[in-house]
């Protein structure tokens, strides 16, 4: 007797489940082949609907996790940082993504199971299709939320150049897209299945032929999505061509992060930021952008960029800037009390009240659960919990009214929305990548934040220490990024000024911007209604009676 792994199906699982997370993996940044998404979950889901939903569970938990080891080695780098827990917390944060799909999986499985098994009638694999998309999509929205949330590299992600399909979030936000994705990846499988069981028949079986619906349902969706997006495009960019606009540069110092908060390497940091920001102050922008936490000491302690900032804003730009502050304690014996906040100074030299975060990164700026676990603070590599802010801050530049969003609170995109729902007319995202190096995880970061901007239908700015330092307009299209003067790449220290659409105070709101998450909601409602008719026990009719 053959051992479990040597069994062919076992081997054809694992390949499959493998296989699935593989293909998804290279959809994102640095491989981008955005294609492979469009297929990528098929051999999950044939997996499934040969399974039970304990074994699809299982099967889908090696399909995430492989998905993810991939796909988040950026993470890897941080060892530079955290030694050995940085790696553990690479596998642990993986593997715990992955359970995600394991519930897609139980719940497929489930769902086929409650069909009476695919391939089947038309109508009954649609509806497979359908309720495995709404699936994957409540648990997209419950990845936003649960334990702080971590809404990275979601399906729709994938797509993040493909400007056509991408408008859909302007209604559904990254959600629409992920449930696109999904369903045609189900039509595909379902489609393959039944022609399979078409064109292999028994000997003397009459072979039964019918129009793939399956298919044809999934080009359609992708049409009518391609269609309506070039449509939204040319909409989007003649109200962008027509809209006021100012001249932004973003500075890029590129400090490596072993000397950022060295002080052997203030007077250098200090002395690149002016050199880069008086070059860009010589065209006279509206805005000159630093990154997040660019001064070496809080923003408020640091006399050397308060005089910076002063001589810079003399000759009439706003600077908005990431900046620690430090408020001292009420009391005596009490800790300093720490925000990662973002300011502005204007030409008449005035320091605007700042902008704390608001959604901070657990294990990097607060550690989870201090109060009940003390162990808590002796696993995490620092040294204790910064506060979080409590107020979506708007800054005036010229007659203009410009969000910010701190680090990855640009991947939220609940969080920035509001932004623009309380009158911001366009966005910044200053942020430091310089942690993850020359890995896919400035890349990733940028490729998250695309959605935002259609979400929102509002010209982004982002400004990295070092990293992925570009413009996007309305239409999620990157239209220019920091490379150096010689194209380097976009791990230098430069600067680039580019004209930023702002956003008419009268324009209608976009269907995300007003309502928010309620296409993921919907979703997440009806898997909820899919799960307990799937768990229902089917009534067995009563024989005859004789």
């Not at 098994?117 to 999509?137: E, Y």
């Not at 935002?452 to 309305?474: H, K, L, M, Q, W």
Request: proline share 7%; charged share 15%.
């Amino acid at each position: 007797m053959r051992p479990a792994f040597l069994n062919r199906r076992f081997v054809l699982s694992l390949l499959a489940s493998v296989g699935s997370g593989v293909l998804l993996a290279l959809a994102y940044p640095r491989f981008d082949r955005a294609e492979t998404a469009w297929f990528a979950l098929a051999p999950l889901t044939c997996v499934v609907l040969f399974h039970n939903p304990k074994a699809s569970a299982g099967w889908a938990f090696v399909a995430g996790a492989t998905f993810f080891l991939g796909s988040l080695n950026w993470l890897l780098p941080l060892t530079a940082f955290a030694g050995w827990l940085a790696v553990l917390g690479w596998i642990v944060l993986s593997l715990f993504l992955a359970l995600y799909w394991a519930a897609w999986g139980w719940f497929a499985s489930a769902l086929n199971a409650r069909l009476g098994g695919l391939p089947g009638t038309i109508g009954k694999n649609l509806l497979f299709a359908m309720l495995a998309s709404c699936a994957w999509v409540a648990l997209e929205i419950v990845r936003t939320h649960l334990f702080t949330g971590f809404p990275w590299n979601f399906l729709g992600v994938s797509q993040y150049r493909n400007l056509p399909v991408i408008q859909l979030a302007e209604v559904t936000g990254v959600y629409g897209v992920s449930w696109l994705l999904c369903f045609v990846s189900a039509c595909l499988l379902l489609t393959g299945l039944r022609l399979r069981s078409e064109l292999f028949v028994s000997p003397g079986a009459k072979r039964a032929y019918r129009p793939h619906v399956e298919l044809m349902a999934a080009a359609l969706l992708i049409m009518l999505a391609v269609v309506t997006g070039f449509r939204s495009v040319e909409k989007v960019r003649r109200e962008t061509r027509a809209a006021d606009s100012l001249n932004v540069a973003v500075v890029q110092p590129n400090i490596p992060q072993e000397e950022k908060w060295d002080e052997k390497f203030a007077q250098m940091i200090h002395e690149r930021l002016e050199t880069l920001t008086h070059a860009a102050a010589l065209a006279r922008p509206d805005l000159i952008v630093w990154p997040e936490s660019a001064t070496p000491d809080p923003l408020l302690h640091d006399a050397e960029a308060i005089r910076i900032l002063t001589n810079v804003a003399k000759r009439g730009s706003h600077v908005l800037l990431g900046s620690m502050t430090m408020e001292k304690p009420s009391r005596p014996g009490q800790a300093p009390t720490w925000y990662n906040s973002a300011y502005v100074m204007t030409p008449d030299l005035r320091l605007l009240e700042p902008y704390h975060k608001q959604h901070l990164v657990p294990f990097g700026e607060f550690v989870p659960l201090e109060r009940w676990i003390p162990l808590m603070k002796k696993v995490t590599p620092i040294p204790g919990s910064i506060m979080r802010g409590r107020e979506h801050r708007l800054f005036p530049v010229r007659d203009a009214q410009v969000g910010v969003a701190i680090c990855f609170e640009d991947v939220f995109p609940d969080v920035f929305r509001r932004f623009v729902k309380k009158g911001g007319q366009w966005m910044v995202n200053v942020t430091n990548d310089a942690w993850y190096k020359q890995s896919a995880g400035a890349h990733q970061h940028m490729a998250n934040s695309v959605f935002r901007a259609v979400e929102n239908r509002v010209a982004f700015v982002r400004c990295a220490n070092t990293g992925y330092s570009c413009f996007i307009d309305p239409t999620g299209r990157v239209t220019a990024h920091v490379a150096g003067t010689q194209g380097e790449g976009i791990f230098v220290a430069d600067f680039l000024t580019q004209p930023v659409a702002v956003r008419p105070s009268g324009q209608p709101l976009t269907f995300y911007t007003r309502y928010g998450d309620v296409f993921a909601w919907s979703c997440f409602a009806i898997t909820v209604a899919a799960t307990v008719w799937s768990l229902r026990k089917q009534k067995v009719p009563p024989p005859p009676a004789p």
